[in-house]
């Protein structure tokens, strides 16, 4: 494992789970489907005693298309089955604000990093964000954090954007983890993703 880093915040949809291939949101749990490998790498990373938290944008509250306490079930749901595969999620930050609300929260904005960081205590240097999208790397730049991106959900025509920057790219979130636990990733941070 790279000696900076303590904590790692994990995007959800696109990382941990499927998108839905309608290009909606998973307004229920049984539209939930992990992503191969994102079980087993939440246990590596737990067991290694590293610190995990998720922060997602999810608009379809904001928008009315779910209320809030049904969004907490899947997520409640989400923690049981990651902790029943031996994966600790520490802490999980929500943006449930629509695009137009001019939140701080709503990634490209980096407020739930900063969220993280403060509710853990770890610093942005010793925390790597990892997504699937450009905002969360833009993100992740305006919290002062490295990041890493995955080519599941959005990341592989994400990654055909961010082509002179410095993120590492994993083909998933897998992958990621065995890279980051041997050591064998130095994670910088993105240069105006």
Request: hydrophobic share 40%.
């Amino acid at each position: 494992m790279h000696a900076r880093i303590r904590h790692v915040v994990l995007d959800r949809d696109g990382v941990l789970n499927a998108e839905p291939r309608d290009g909606g949101y998973v307004t229920d749990w049984s539209q939930w489907q992990w992503l191969p490998g994102a079980l087993e790498s939440l246990a590596m990373l737990s067991s290694s005693g590293l610190c995990i938290s998720v922060a997602t944008n999810q608009s379809c509250v904001g928008r009315g298309l779910l209320a809030r306490d049904r969004l907490d079930a899947v997520h409640a749901r989400m923690l049981e089955e990651a902790a029943r595969a031996g994966g600790i999620i520490n802490h999980l930050f929500v943006c449930p604000h629509a695009p137009a609300s001019g939140c701080g929260c709503r990634k490209p904005a980096p407020g739930l990093l900063r969220d993280a960081v403060e509710a853990t205590g770890i610093a942005p240097c010793e925390t790597i964000v990892l997504g699937d999208d450009l905002r969360d790397l833009q993100a992740a730049s305006a919290a002062g954090m490295p990041a890493a991106l995955v080519r599941t959900g959005k990341g592989a025509s994400t990654e055909a954007s961010i082509i002179e920057n410095e993120v590492p790219v994993f083909d998933d979130i897998h992958e990621f983890t065995i890279a980051l636990l041997s050591d064998s990733i130095a994670p910088v941070r993105p240069r105006n993703p």
